[in-house]
């Protein structure tokens, strides 16, 4: 079934550890997001891509990279985590032919002690 | 840039009553205006989008209608139920690859 997933769903972790976490689509799209949302506030975009090889900033200041080197992943990398980057990452896409639906995954919560 | 407004912040509604959700966009060129629900827990999930060559979209309980002349659009749902309670989520953008641009969203409990 065609979805997004995202890995881990949870994740709790010390404070100056490097963390990744994993996205992937097997919904053919094009573009893909990250968006940090502490839980049922606003949705903040701090990462996007049109297609392999291209990344963008978002809004929001992060102190994250991206890659996107398969069309269907886009990896997230905090390189030392801090308590600050405490929150729910979430990771969308969408067609980014004209109908700019974007479907969303599940999650991952971050912890960082 | 394309700024989004969403009232009210938290909306209290009696199971059956109807409850509106607006929401305000700058950007005049924006043209898909998409509402996404979040139960707790959950992720976001696309219930109902209107494109600007339509003025009122319905699906079953829920409608959206919009005004491009005042630049607003809003979420109607009718006869309420407790599964509505979440929180809701307007968005714009322009066709052809541009970003979506969300509102701060509208958090609905649905009372029973």
């Known amino acids: 079934e065609a979805d997004i997933y995202q890995t881990p769903r949870y994740l709790v972790i010390g404070t100056g550890k490097k963390i990744t976490l994993e996205c992937s689509q097997t919904?053919?799209?094009?573009?893909m997001y990250w968006y940090q949302q502490d839980p049922g506030m606003e949705l903040h975009l701090i990462h996007y891509s049109y297609g392999v090889n291209s990344t963008e900033k978002g809004d929001l200041s992060s102190e994250s990279t991206v890659s996107r080197i398969r069309t269907e992943h886009f990896p997230l990398t905090l390189e030392s985590a801090r308590p600050s980057h405490t929150s729910q990452y979430l990771c969308?896409?969408?067609?980014?032919?004209?109908?700019?639906?974007?479907?969303f995954g599940p999650g991952t919560r971050l912890l960082v002690l | 840039g394309e700024n989004v407004e969403q009232h009210p912040s938290t909306l209290s509604v009696q199971e059956g009553d109807s409850a509106v959700i607006k929401c305000t966009y700058s950007d005049s060129a924006s043209n898909y205006f998409p509402w996404y629900k979040q139960e707790l827990g959950k992720r976001p999930q696309l219930i109902i989008d209107?494109?600007?060559?339509?003025g009122e979209k319905k699906d079953q309980r829920i409608a959206v209608t919009l005004n491009k002349t005042a630049k607003h659009f809003s979420l109607h749902i009718t006869e309420t139920q407790p599964e509505d309670s979440a929180v809701y989520f307007c968005a714009a953008s322009k066709s052809y690859g541009q970003n979506f641009v969300f509102g701060p969203g509208t958090r609905l409990s649905v009372l029973p």
């Open positions: 209107i494109r600007s060559n339509v």
């Open positions: 919904m053919g799209h094009d573009k």
């Open positions: 969308a896409s969408s067609t980014g032919t004209g109908k700019e639906t974007q479907y």
